[in-house]
């Protein structure tokens, strides 16, 4: 269990005097604050969550001396860094080189440019060449040439003369280029020069042992979060001898949907089926920009063909309703379009296999959940098999849950709860208990709600749930790997949920 990504490394912070202001010269993870001395050392403090491999025991030595790390009573690493000096505009040197490399990439286009150009002037010599010659032997045998042979001359004479005029005019305009590119770049060199003459106290090289020091502290918690078990070992996949859904990871962010940005409602997930419960098939079904409709989806068979956004197999359906849709078995569950009916699609055939009425189900924005339209009707997979989370009139829009016969789509059981559908931003199975989130600010979810259909307990829970965009469209989890596969906004993240030991 990757747990523990919380990783917080500090911005370092200089005291540029040219600027007159404190200036942050690394970056890249969450920001913990630290004093900024116009005078004196600045001490960057550094935390990584886990206990080091690197620095098991207590103080290592590094490469640059004024540097110590360490690991706390809580199993931190940390290290602090004192830089003696800070005069060095290091801005503005990283400025320069940065603009340096634009520069030299810019003249390097340009000069492959002019190499072009001369390639295609000698040829043109040659062709002209050629022309010369044949207008003098014309020239010398009055009898051999015919009006046709002058006339095919002056047409090829005629295109030289424009190609050399398209010729001359680009290549002005890049040598004008060219040399000022040279001019830049040489005033560039001799700056850079100037001031690393002023880098008394080496803070680039500090800098870059800085930057492999991060390096140091990622391995640190990734090795760390290999072999040490601050939580509970998780069940064995496929078990339910667990207490529940404890807590949750941040989220990974595993990449934009593949229709792009404006694809904001959609659903996707990691494909289960009990017989072979580690397939590694995983599905993308973005909706229309309406956020109603479902038509197409691609299906990946690994996760690395997903995060390459290659050998996708696309289909087309026409048509889903709304992001609640799952795959279980080789089959994608969905409400249809504009009914209360519910539909299987066989996946390999990409032919919707059943369509069934959901009894008494309310559809088209009856009972939606918050934020989300046009998901009256969600599908979930857990342990115990196929269940679908719906309202009816009956249940005055609280929530339905009922378990699927997942080839016929027979109802085969329901549990109606006390919490009212439109309240909550989405749900999940796992091990035949409903859990329901809801909203508490753009950037945090809470799973807030549960309901129990092995005992017909509901209750209360306060699980909090970072999210990287406002709106949840749906989630899905697998049994497998345990993992919930959310769809934000158009972004695809997943979270690894963390459960209690002892069973309930
Ligand atoms: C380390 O820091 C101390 C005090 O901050 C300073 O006296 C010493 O010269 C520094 N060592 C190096 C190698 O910069
Ligand atoms: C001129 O070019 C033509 C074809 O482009 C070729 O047949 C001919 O031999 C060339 N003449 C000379 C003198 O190079
Ligand atoms: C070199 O750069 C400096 C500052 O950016 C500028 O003032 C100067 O005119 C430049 N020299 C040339 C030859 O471009
Ligand atoms: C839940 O996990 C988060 C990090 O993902 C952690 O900060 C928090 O303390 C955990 N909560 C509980 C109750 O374990
Ligand atoms: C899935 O599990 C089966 C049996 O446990 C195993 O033989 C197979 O190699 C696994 N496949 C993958 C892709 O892990
Ligand atoms: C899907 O259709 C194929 C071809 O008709 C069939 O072999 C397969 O069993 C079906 N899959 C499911 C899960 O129904
Ligand atoms: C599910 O439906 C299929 C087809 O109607 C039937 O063969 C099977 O026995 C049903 N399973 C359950 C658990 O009801």
């Known amino acids: 269990m990757t747990q523990g990504l919380a990783f917080w490394l500090a911005f370092l912070f200089l005291f540029d005097p040219a600027f007159g202001t404190v200036v942050p010269i690394t970056s890249g993870y969450s920001l913990a604050p630290t004093l900024a001395q116009p005078e004196g050392p600045t001490t960057v403090p550094w935390e990584a969550s886990v206990a080091s491999s690197w620095a098991e025991g207590g103080v290592v030595s590094q490469p640059f001396s004024n540097f110590t790390g360490s690991v706390n009573d809580h199993g931190i690493c940390q290290c602090s860094v004192s830089m003696p000096d800070t005069t060095f505009p290091v801005v503005r040197v990283e400025r320069l080189e940065f603009t340096a490399h634009i520069l030299s990439q ?7 440019k002019v190499k072009e150009y001369v390639q295609l002037i000698s040829v043109y010599e040659k062709k002209l060449l050629n ?5 003098e032997i014309m020239e010398k045998d009055s009898i051999s040439y015919t009006e046709l042979d002058f006339e095919l001359i002056k047409i090829e004479v005629r295109e030289m003369e424009k190609l050399i005029i398209q010729l001359k005019e680009s290549f002005v305009g890049s040598t004008e280029i060219v040399d000022q590119l040279e001019v830049e770049i040489r005033n560039m060199t001799l700056l850079v020069a100037k001031l690393e003459t002023l880098d008394k106290n080496n803070v680039l090289v500090i800098r870059r042992e800085l930057l492999a020091l991060k390096q140091k502290l990622k391995e640190c918690e990734a090795s760390k979060s290999e072999h040490a078990p601050l939580l509970p070992p998780p069940p064995a996949p496929g078990s339910c001898s667990h207490g529940g859904v ?5 989220p990974s962010v595993v990449q934009l949907n593949w229709r792009g940005f404006s694809y904001k409602y959609g659903a996707w997930g990691r494909a289960y089926s009990p017989e072979h419960p580690n397939e590694t098939l995983y599905w993308v079904a973005p909706l229309e920009t309406d956020g109603r409709v479902l038509k197409y989806y691609r299906l990946y068979n690994t996760l690395d063909n997903l995060l390459l956004y290659t050998q996708a197999r696309e289909s087309l359906i026409s048509y889903g309703q709304g992001s609640g849709a799952t795959v279980y078995n080789n089959n994608m569950y969905v409400n249809w379009y504009n009914t209360g009916n519910i539909a299987r699609v066989n996946l390999t055939t990409n032919t919707v296999a059943v369509s069934q009425w959901l009894p008494y189900a309310v559809y088209n924005n009856r009972f939606s959940y918050a934020n989300v339209d046009w998901q009256d009707i969600d599908f979930s997979v857990d342990e115990r098999g196929l269940w679908v989370i719906y309202a009816t009139e009956a249940s005055t829009g609280n929530i339905v849950i009922g378990l699927l016969n997942d080839t016929s789509l027979e109802v085969l059981k329901t549990w109606v709860t006390k919490q009212y559908k439109p309240s909550v931003s989405s749900t999940f199975m796992v091990c035949g208990v409903l859990y329901a989130t809801r909203t508490l600010n753009t950037r ?7 309901y129990d259909t092995n005992t017909g307990k509901e209750g209360n829970l306060a699980i909090i749930m970072p999210k990287m965009q406002e709106r949840v469209q749906s989630i899905n989890y ?4 345990r993992k919930l596969y959310i769809y934000n906004d158009g972004y695809l993240l997943n979270y690894d949920l963390i459960f209690q030991q002892e069973p309930k």
Do not use: G
């Open 106 to 112: 810019k003249f390097e286009t340009e000069l492959s």
């Open 478 to 481: 697998h049994p497998f790997d």
């Open 444 to 450: 945090t979810e809470e799973i807030f709600y549960y």
């Open 246 to 250: 404890m807590n949750i990871s941040r």
């Open 131 to 135: 022309l010369t010659v044949r207008v």
